[in-house]
């Protein structure tokens, strides 16, 4: 939602991830929320040090909310709850809908979510981040094969 929690870290750990399956530079990533609350601001500090036990650098990243050009240039756009799915709806056109994905669909969870940990502690990171690694690594196999076919995807 305001782009300093679930998001960041997605988008680094898809950053990882695609740059072990050989999907970079092919294809970017980018990370956007559907409040302006926080533009402008840095991830916030619980997601910061639970990015760097992976081994993720989360220091450069600045909050900012969804542009209408995301609705045109995204391949995919994916969120990780319904209640910004209905966000990204209300704002996006209608020929970007089908484009407008929840996380973890890519991991065979066609109603998950991944909970907003914002209000929670060090466990609701952890738990979020758990669910987003799952998500991230079908979205990647997902990739992979669109833009591989024929290629193995990765385990």
């Known amino acids: 939602m305001g782009n300093i929690c679930r998001s960041p870290l997605a988008a680094v750990a898809a950053g990882q ?4 399956a050989g999907l970079v530079p ?4 980018d990370s956007a929320g559907t409040l302006d609350d926080h533009a402008g601001r840095p ?18 990243h600045r909050a900012r909310p969804v ?8 391949e995919i756009i994916v969120a ?6 209905a966000d990204l709806r209300r704002v996006a056109p209608a020929p970007a809908w089908g ?3 929840l996380l973890m669909s ?16 060090r466990a609701e990171f952890e738990h979020s981040f758990a669910l987003i690694r799952e998500g991230v690594a079908g979205l990647t196999k997902h990739l992979v094969h669109l833009h591989n076919p024929g290629s193995k995807s990765p385990e």
Do not use: C, K, W
Not at 49 to 58: K, P, V
Not at 80 to 85: K, L, P, Q, T, W
Not at 106 to 121: C, H, L, R, S
């Open 17 to 20: 991830a695609f740059q072990e």
């Open 26 to 29: 092919r294809i970017a990533i």
């Open 43 to 60: 991830a916030d500090a619980r997601s910061i040090a639970l990015a760097a036990e992976f081994g993720l650098d989360l220091g450069g």
């Open 67 to 74: 542009r209408a050009d995301d609705f045109h240039e995204a």
């Open 80 to 85: 990780m709850d319904r209640r910004n799915i």
């Open 99 to 101: 484009r407008i994905r």
């Open 106 to 121: 890519f991991a065979g969870q066609t109603q998950g979510e991944v909970p907003d940990p914002y209000y929670g502690g």
